[in-house]
């Protein structure tokens, strides 16, 4: 496979990681980030929540930062200001960890515009953009409305 797969071989890819960090995960229990985190524990992956200003979210330690994640993480979920981002795409590549998808509700429209060609350049399989609830099995019809009227758009790429 290569960076430049199509979307839905990507988010296969990615889906199919069994530990994945979960990079900007927020203290607030209302904000989206804690509802993936779940989401993605309830489905049996192994989540290392990364955030730098806790010691443990929902009974979860925490990662002060992407390199200081064990050396067996697979694959990393960014859910940050897009100004924060690029840093840790770059962080992901240092660490060794070539599956990364950054989170968006619009598709590429919804990220930083640089962040596909970074991601190419550093030799990643990248999901940018979209929602994982848009693509898990057995999911609410709110996200596959959200994926169809998407793709519909023309933004599902």
């Not at 429209?109 to 596909?116: F, T």
Request: net charge positive; hydrophobic share 40%.
């Amino acid at each position: 496979m290569t960076p430049s797969d199509n979307l839905q071989t990507r988010t296969n890819d990615f889906l199919s990681k069994h530990s994945l960090a979960f990079v900007g995960l927020s203290r607030d229990e209302k904000h989206m980030s804690r509802t993936l985190f779940e989401e993605f524990r309830k489905r049996g992956y192994a989540v290392y929540p990364v955030n730098p200003h806790a010691d443990e979210i929902g009974g979860v330690v925490c990662y002060p930062s992407i390199s200081a994640l064990p050396e067996d993480v697979e694959a990393a979920f960014i859910i940050r200001r897009k100004k924060d981002v690029t840093a840790s795409v770059r962080e992901c590549a240092q660490k060794g960890i070539r599956h990364v998808w950054v989170f968006g509700t619009a598709g590429r429209q919804s990220i930083d515009p640089n962040i596909p060609s970074l991601a190419q350049e550093l030799g990643l399989y990248l999901v940018g953009g979209y929602c994982p609830f848009m693509f898990f099995h057995d999911t609410m019809f709110i996200h596959r409305l959200h994926a169809w009227i998407l793709r519909l758009m023309g933004r599902m790429s």
